[in-house]
């Protein structure tokens, strides 16, 4: 399996089954000009109406879904408090070479137990640091909440040759003091580390 950030909040999961893309930004490429014809394109939050339309799969919220040899679910979590608000985010997971790749959005507010035990065993985490709703303690009891055994942020700034602000927040919290930037993540079953290990991605836009 490949994992690509794409900058901003996109990333690109790469598998034997096919491809999916989380959270694109702007108008989705023609079908001819995208690589692998099994690719799904999965959106954190909104609905059809507010993510371009075209000649793809598209999931846009919360349930079980089998494409073309993709396994697919989608975790509601709150996308703000629930005292005030019933929009919601959606933690996708990908279950694909033997892992199970989870992308967790922009939650909002803590995922309740029974979220965190629908989501269940998550070997690689993707969090999008740009755009959190959680302050950085919280988004780290969300992580220990769900133990990963990988951990892949965005927000590593090639120009400046280091973190973000927010991404060096979540390092910080996780005791991550180094940090080396990769274009891409390889990752399979059997080299899961046993250690919960940060990876850095630099944008394959940059």
């Known amino acids: 399996m490949e994992i690509r950030w794409l900058g901003n909040s996109t990333f690109e999961i790469r598998s034997s089954?096919?491809?999916?893309v989380v959270d694109h930004q702007g108008t989705l490429p023609k079908p001819a000009d995208i690589e692998d014809d099994n690719t799904i394109f999965v959106f954190s939050q909104g609905d059809h109406a507010s993510?371009?339309?075209g000649k793809h799969q598209v999931l846009t919220g919360p349930g079980e879904y089998e494409i073309g040899g993709l396994s697919v679910r989608g975790v509601a979590?709150?996308?703000?408090?629930p005292a005030i608000s019933r929009d919601t985010?959606?933690?996708?997971i990908v279950d694909a070479d033997g892992m199970q790749v989870a992308t967790l959005g922009n939650p909002g507010s803590q995922p309740s137990a029974?979220?965190?035990q629908q989501i269940s065993k998550v070997d690689v985490l993707i969090i999008n640091t740009e755009a959190q709703g959680l302050e950085t303690e919280e988004l780290s009891t969300v992580i220990r909440s769900l133990e990963p055994k990988m951990i892949v942020p965005s927000g590593y700034d090639s120009e400046a040759g280091k973190p973000s602000a927010a991404m060096s927040r979540l390092l910080t919290e996780l005791g991550v003091k180094e940090v080396e930037p990769t274009p891409r993540l390889n990752i399979s079953r059997s080299g899961l580390p046993d250690e919960r290990t940060v990876v850095v991605l630099q944008s394959r836009t940059s």
């Not at 985010?89 to 996708?92: A, F, G, I, L």
């Open 51 to 53: 993510h371009p339309a």
């Open 114 to 116: 029974q979220s965190v």
């Open 89 to 92: 985010n959606t933690v996708y």
């Open 77 to 81: 979590t709150p996308a703000d408090d």
């Open 17 to 20: 089954a096919g491809m999916v």
